[in-house]
C-alpha cells in the first residue's frame, strides 16, 4: 500500500513563494491523481487546491488559486511538488497531498502525507 | 461550486451512544460523497465512499446513508477513539469539503 512523505515545516516572508514536496513509497508511481488539500491553523475548515497526475504531468486547479499554484511531478523519484506563490497571511495552513482512489473508491482520497506546515509572516 | 453544509457543528454524546451527523449539498452530486475523520495533529482518514462504502480497515459501526443532496454518516455506538471532527467532501471536478462535526465527549 502507497504511503506519502511531505518535506517539513516552512516559514516564509510576505510575497515570497514556498515549495511543498511528497514523495510516495510502497507502490508504484502510475497514473495516480495526486491532489493538494490545504487547512488553516487549528483546524479550519479542508480546501481542496488541485490536482496533478503522476503519469502525465497534466493538472487541474482551483480556481481561486490559478496563476499562483504551480503542481509539477519528478516520476524519477516518485515526487510530487506543490509550489505557491505571492503568499500572505492568509496562506498559514498545513498542506497535504493525497490520492485519488479512481474507480476503486468513488474518486475519493485513501492516503494522505503527514501534513506540511507552511507559517507567513513579516 | 457545490457547497456541503454539515450539522450540528457539535455534536455532544457519550460512549456507547449513536451518533446521527448530517451533510447537504447545495445541488444533486448522486452518490459522490466521502466521509473523512480527523484527529489533532494528523491527516484526515477516509471513512465512507460512494456515500455508503466502508473504505478498508473501517470498522462496521460506521455507515453512510443518502443520495442527491441529502447524506448522513451514522455511528452506531460511539468508542472512545471516535470522538473526533469528521467532514463531508463532494468528489465533482472540483471537490468540495464541509465545515465538519465534531463529536465530542458529554
Known amino acids: 500500500q502507497v504511503h506519502f512523505v511531505q518535506s517539513g515545516a516552512e516559514v516564509k516572508k510576505p510575497g515570497a513563494s514556498v515549495k511543498v514536496s511528497c514523495k510516495a513509497a510502497?507502490?508504484?508511481?502510475?497514473?495516480?491523481?495526486l491532489h493538494w488539500v490545504r487547512q488553516a491553523p487549528g483546524q479550519g475548515g479542508l480546501e481542496w487546491m488541485g490536482?496533478?497526475?503522476?503519469?502525465?504531468?497534466?493538472?487541474n486547479y482551483a480556481q481561486r488559486f490559478q496563476g499562483r499554484v504551480t503542481m509539477t511531478r519528478d516520476s524519477s523519484i516518485s515526487t510530487v511538488y506543490m509550489e505557491l506563490s505571492s503568499l500572505t497571511s492568509d496562506d498559514t495552513a498545513v498542506y497535504y497531498c493525497t490520492r485519488d482512489c479512481g474507480g476503486d473508491c468513488s474518486d475519493a482520497f485513501d492516503f494522505w502525507g503527514q501534513g506540511t506546515t507552511v507559517t507567513v509572516s513579516s | 461550486e457545490i457547497v456541503l453544509t454539515q450539522s450540528p457543528a457539535t455534536l455532544s454524546l457519550s460512549p456507547g451512544e449513536r451518533a446521527t451527523l448530517s451533510c447537504r449539498a447545495s445541488q444533486s452530486i448522486s452518490s459522490y460523497l466521502a466521509w473523512y475523520q480527523q484527529k489533532p495533529g494528523q491527516a484526515p482518514r477516509l471513512l465512507i465512499y460512494g456515500a455508503s462504502s466502508r473504505a478498508t480497515g473501517i470498522p462496521a459501526r460506521f455507515s453512510g446513508s443518502g443520495s442527491g443532496t441529502d447524506f448522513t454518516l451514522t455511528i452506531s455506538s460511539l468508542e472512545p477513539e471516535d470522538f473526533a471532527l469528521y467532514y463531508c467532501q463532494q468528489r465533482g471536478t472540483w471537490p468540495t469539503f464541509g465545515g465538519g462535526t465534531k463529536v465530542e465527549i458529554k
Open positions: 490536482w496533478v497526475n503522476s503519469n502525465t504531468g497534466s493538472t
Open positions: 510502497g507502490d508504484t508511481f502510475t497514473n495516480y491523481f
